[in-house]
């Protein structure tokens, strides 16, 4: 269900516009949401609803900072840039 | 961000749609195998019908199940078996079937390659003629192989070959890898459960303790071989093998059974783990959000008699299915437990408490008449 993904790591960079991937569905859960990419067939775990809304925002952003200071106290800022980078990793996010 | 275990309690709680769905299409199959885990052989009269199936699709689509493990029987033997894949991938629900391989022929598989979201597993239990044949009898190495050829020379692309691992084929995974690489197919290997005509074979199938153990090394060794999360029992030997590791019995598991029946796992076709039928008003949905069974099964389960057990972090106390039919509290050690303490459980039985499955699809036996 997790394999591995070492090859072709995108950069993610938050000064830039993401959105979500059009291969991408989203099916919403208690503990956040299951996202499948129809293109790689990967179920990847959205872990809270804060991170699911911050996603289905970034593409009204021009960049993810902003996205970030839109939705989240600052403090929050570095551990859920990590986890959009991961979703960026996962070919969830797409650059814009 | 919430950690990995806080997201193993919640999938534990269940989800609002299945993430392992499998379907069996139909009990009917041209094979016999040993350790069938649905006693799989004769069509049931009561099997969903062509437009019940379409059904199940659509409610796939609302619950926004994104993908379906199809299995029987052999489900190429559905006279719809093509329609229904057209109709699931045309509404974008992704298609995983098992067969058998007797059914693909170079035709159909020109077909099969050139549906998009479609993965195919052909199952083999050995990795030789004489170790497959005796579990899934005479001719069925050979049929699985052309299959794989024909899938090869159609350029199907990453097909699977998917094991189940018994005494007898445990020594061959070096083989199962070679021939997979062969066909440029993906090596799954799952655990064998004393479910189906399993329950009557499983003792003298089942891997030994110094085969699990040696299975665990090289699953470690091995991160790319597909497991179907089947081998979390093993966890308590080590560092835990890739995979959501919990049973998911009705929490994120479930079987839509040939006639509609709903389980809490492909592996306890059981009338105790019955949780509804997809004919009843409400469908398939209603059944997976309000069956008492399921309700019962999210609920926080006691770790029983492995409570004081140091790797019960690890392993979760093993497969339900497999404590079940031989006969052991489920809230205690797995059979397997790779401690020993499922053996120890089993001997500590007053008689052997063999469970049998709820239905029997098995071709009856030839009685040979002898004239006197």
């Known amino acids: 269900m997790s394999s591995s993904s070492a090859t072709e790591v995108p950069s993610f960079d938050v000064a830039k516009g993401w959105t979500l991937s059009p291969e991408v569905a989203i099916r919403p859960e208690k503990f956040g949401a299951l996202a499948y990419h129809y293109g790689n067939r990967r179920l990847v775990f959205l872990k809270s609803p804060e991170l699911v809304t911050l996603v289905e925002a970034l593409s009204k952003f021009p960049s993810v900072t902003e996205a970030l200071h839109a939705n989240l106290a600052p403090e929050r800022h570095a551990s859920y840039a990590r986890a959009l980078a991961r979703l960026a990793d996962s070919e969830v996010l797409v650059a814009r | ?372």
């Open chain 2, 1 to 372: 961000m919430p950690a990995d275990l806080s997201l193993r309690d919640r999938f534990k709680q269940g989800l609002d749609a299945p993430i392992c769905l499998t379907w069996e299409l139909t009990y009917a199959c041209n094979l016999a195998c040993i350790h069938c885990l649905s006693s799989s052989g004769r069509r049931d009269p009561r099997e969903l019908t062509t437009a019940e199936a379409k059904r199940i699709i659509d409610e796939m689509v609302e619950m926004q199940i994104f993908y379906v493990n199809i299995g029987g029987g052999e489900p190429m033997v559905r006279t719809d078996f093509f329609e229904l894949l057209d109709y699931a991938s045309s509404q974008n629900v992704g298609v995983k079937f098992s067969t058998n391989g007797t059914r693909i022929t170079a035709e159909n598989a020109k077909y099969l390659a050139g549906l998009g979201y479609l993965d195919i597993q052909i199952s083999l239990d050995g990795a030789d003629r004489a170790t497959n044949d005796a579990i899934r009898g005479e001719g069925s190495y050979d049929a699985a192989l052309q299959a794989m050829e024909h899938l090869k020379n159609a350029n199907f692309g990453e097909f699977k070959i998917s094991v189940v691992i018994t005494r007898q084929n445990a020594g061959q995974l070096d083989d199962f890898r070679a021939l997979a690489d062969r066909f440029g197919a993906q090596l799954r290997l799952t655990r064998l459960r004393p479910s189906g005509r399993g329950v009557d074979t499983w003792e003298e199938l089942h891997p030994t303790a110094q085969q699990q153990r040696d299975l665990y090394g090289w699953l470690v060794n091995h991160p790319d071989t597909l497991t179907g999360d089947s081998f979390f029992h093993l966890n308590a030997l080590g560092d835990p093998i890739d995979g959501l590791n919990l049973c998911g019995a009705g929490r994120v598991v479930c079987l839509i059974d040939p006639i509609g029946d709903v389980y809490a796992c492909p592996f306890v076709i059981h009338d105790e783990f019955l949780a509804g039928n997809v004919r009843a008003p409400g469908g398939f949905a209603k059944v997976w959000k309000t069956s008492e069974l399921f309700q019962e099964l999210r609920e926080p389960n006691s770790a029983g008699a492995c409570a004081s057990c140091g790797s019960y972090d690890a392993c979760q106390g093993g497969c339900m299915a497999a404590k079940f039919f031989t006969g052991l509290p489920l809230d205690g050690p797995d059979p397997e437990c790779v401690l020993g303490h499922g053996e120890t459980a089993l001997k500590a039985q007053p008689v052997q408490l063999l469970r049998r499955p709820s239905g029997d699809h098995s071709k009856p036996i030839p009685v040979a008449l002898v004239a006197n």
